[in-house]
């Protein structure tokens, strides 16, 4: 219930905050709909290959899953422990916060990339670890590394096993993914990417993911990210004068 709350509240301030009309925000989640449900029906060759390529990585780190589980705990320490008490929170609730301050302050100060950076990640947190991921889990309804059935346990439709995809892994990603596609620098890129592999990583360290569960995850919220940022994107035409030439540079942001 905390969950439906919370993806209840975030769809309605981003209805509210997104667009400068309620028909405006409504017509443009609708269409958001369609095109994330129905994304594989139009993907080409390229996003095929990328399908392709990220579910031969899980699968070969599925392979490895518990001799690298088994090494992350080898190394496990007090300092781990504590970054991981840290970090972990930007895979959940504060991922959920970062992005509505986002869009709040975007929105109360009219800097429109900063509340399309909180609006875009928003909806990706949404989508990947509100629809996508639970959907995976249920599914396949993998043992977690702590019910100690070892890393090829899987129990299908089992509320009970719910390993497989991390949905940390998947949020964090997902809020990582959005908010770096607006900004050119390096500075914010890194930053966030590095505290989405700090989530990722503490979820194998605290005993509840094994690496697989996590690199599709992180898979999943960067792909769901991806698509709903390149539906919002805006075509930005910029005019250019020289000396020799006039013209116009068109760029898609």
């Known amino acids: 219930m905390p969950g439906v709350v919370r993806a209840s509240a975030a769809l309605l301030l981003l209805l509210t905050l997104a667009q400068p009309s309620t028909a405006d925000c409504c017509r443009r989640y609708v269409r958001d709909v ?7 029906l139009h993907w080409d060759r390229r ?12 699968a070969a780190i599925y392979v490895i899953d518990r001799k690298t589980f088994d090494a992350v705990q080898r190394n496990r320490s007090a300092f781990s422990d504590d970054f991981a008490d840290a970090v972990t929170p930007f895979g959940g609730s504060q991922a959920w916060k970062v992005s509505l301050v986002m869009l709040v302050a975007g929105a109360a100060t009219h800097h429109e990339n900063l509340r399309a950076a909180g609006r875009d990640s928003l ?95 992180a898979l999943i919220g960067r792909a769901v990210a991806k698509g709903v940022v390149a539906r919002h994107g805006r075509w930005i035409a910029t005019p250019i004068v020289t000396d020799r030439a006039i013209g116009v540079v068109i760029t898609r942001r």
């Open 47 to 58: 996003a095929w290959t990328r399908f392709a390529e990220g579910t031969a990585a899980v």
């Open 123 to 217: 909806e990706a947190e949404l989508w990947a670890a509100g629809v996508v991921t639970p959907l995976l889990k249920r599914t396949f309804g993998r043992a977690r590394p702590f019910q100690e059935e070892g890393s090829a346990s899987f129990h299908p439709f089992d509320h009970r096993f719910q390993s497989f995809p991390s949905g940390h892994a998947t949020t964090a990603f997902a809020a990582a993914t959005a908010i770096a596609s607006h900004y050119d620098d390096w500075v914010v890129p890194t930053i966030v990417y590095t505290i989405a592999s700090g989530v990722a990583i503490s979820r194998v360290n605290d005993r509840v993911h094994f690496p697989s569960d996590v690199l599709a995850g």
């Open 34 to 40: 369609k095109s994330l449900a129905g994304a594989p």
